[in-house]
């Protein structure tokens, strides 16, 4: 049973490019919550989707924005890139029955360097 | 807004010991809380879940529990190893199901 999956782990960027990241949730699971970790910071939650639609979102600016698709797998995007976006992008996956006691799985996560 | 706080920030034991992680919330309404380990540069592997009307949760050589009412919980490992060393995070999942993490402790485990 494949576990939640990430793509691409590592990338480089520079200032005011766009990058697309991509997430395949756990089997089973048709919700993809997306967290933005900060080096020596725990992990801030970015957004949630389920059946394709944004339903939660952390106070994150617009340039961050997503998309889930009808396989259940997810998109990140980050537009107009910031030094300050250089973090370890995690995706966690869950079903959206256990919304409330369920548990999160997490993926390796991509590492996002802006230079 | 709810505020998690993990206490100590790192900790470094001999081979063999058994430890005490510390983490508390400031907004006692949560559904769940969930402890995670993380290794260098990767990501987060779940741990124990325990629900906001459990006391404790057991695996193995761990053992969290959660005290919602002083909005505390502790992560016990027992007989600790130096495979064990690596970031521990705690996160509690609120109202709106997004979970709010500590910055993690930092345990070494020196053979």
């Known amino acids: 049973d494949a576990g939640v999956t990430q793509s691409p782990t590592h990338l480089i960027k520079t200032r005011g490019q766009q990058v697309t990241l991509r997430c395949s949730p756990k089997s089973g699971h048709d919700t993809v919550s997306w967290y933005q970790q900060a080096l020596g910071q725990g992990p801030q939650f970015i957004f949630q989707?389920?059946?394709?639609?944004?339903?939660q979102r952390g106070n994150f600016p617009d340039r961050f924005s997503g998309h889930q698709f009808p396989n259940y797998s997810s998109e990140l995007n980050v537009n107009a890139l910031l030094l300050g976006d250089s973090a370890l992008y995690l995706c966690?996956?869950?079903?959206?029955?256990?919304?409330?006691?369920?548990?999160?799985?997490f993926g390796e996560g991509s590492r996002l360097t802006v230079l | 807004k709810q505020e998690v706080t993990q206490i100590p920030a790192a900790l470094s034991v001999p081979e063999g010991e058994n430890l005490v992680l510390n983490c508390s919330f400031t907004?006692?309404?949560?559904?769940?809380l969930q402890w995670f380990r993380q290794d260098p540069g990767k990501g987060l592997t779940s741990l124990l879940l325990?629900?906001?009307?459990?006391r404790e949760q057991t695996s193995g050589r761990l053992n969290a529990s959660l005290d919602k009412s002083s909005g505390r919980s502790t992560l016990y490992i027992a007989a600790s190893q130096p495979g064990d060393s690596a970031t521990y995070l705690c996160a509690v999942r609120g109202s709106n199901y997004k979970l709010t993490f500590g910055k993690g402790t930092l345990l070494t485990v020196n053979p």
């Open positions: 907004d006692s309404a949560i559904y769940n």
């Open positions: 966690a996956s869950s079903s959206y029955s256990f919304s409330n006691t369920g548990e999160l799985f």
């Open positions: 989707y389920y059946e394709e639609e944004e339903r």
């Open positions: 325990i629900q906001s009307s459990q």
